[in-house]
């Protein structure tokens, strides 16, 4: 099992990016995806959720600016990212859902991508 993101890098306030999860090494289609971001010397926390119907979650601090897709003939979870500000400024990783109550805990996620920085300039 794998995962690839990209698309991250240095972008203004109020300006956007899309960011790219390559997955590879088991049956994408029956499994739900997360996006994780962390920022220096703050806990990983849940950004956004989709499972394998196109059921979508997020966190309320990006609910209207964030909004993420899959293409299942593309092994890709995608993450649009509107509006951005400095507080997105994190490292951004996509792990796979095993189970559990909830959608934003890292431990209900098993595989982990390496991450793509995203820095947002003030």
């Known amino acids: 099992v794998e995962f690839v993101e990209s698309g991250g890098g240095l972008v203004q306030a109020g300006g956007s990016l899309r960011l790219s999860c390559a997955a590879s090494?088991?049956?994408?289609?029956?499994?739900?995806i997360g996006w994780f971001r962390q920022a220096p010397g703050k806990e990983r926390e849940g950004v956004s959720y989709?499972?394998?119907?196109?059921?979508?979650n997020y966190a309320d601090s990006v609910k209207g600016r964030f909004t993420i897709s899959r293409d299942n003939a593309k092994n890709t979870v995608y993450l649009q990212m509107n509006s951005l500000s400095p507080e997105d400024t994190a490292v951004y990783s996509c792990?796979?859902?095993?189970?559990?109550?909830?959608?934003?805990?890292?431990?209900?996620?098993?595989?982990w991508g390496q991450g793509t920085q995203v820095t947002v300039l003030s």
């Open positions: 792990a796979r859902r095993i189970g559990g109550s909830s959608w934003s805990k890292a431990r209900n996620f098993d595989y």
């Open positions: 090494g088991f049956t994408f289609d029956d499994y739900a």
């Open positions: 989709i499972d394998n119907i196109d059921r979508t």
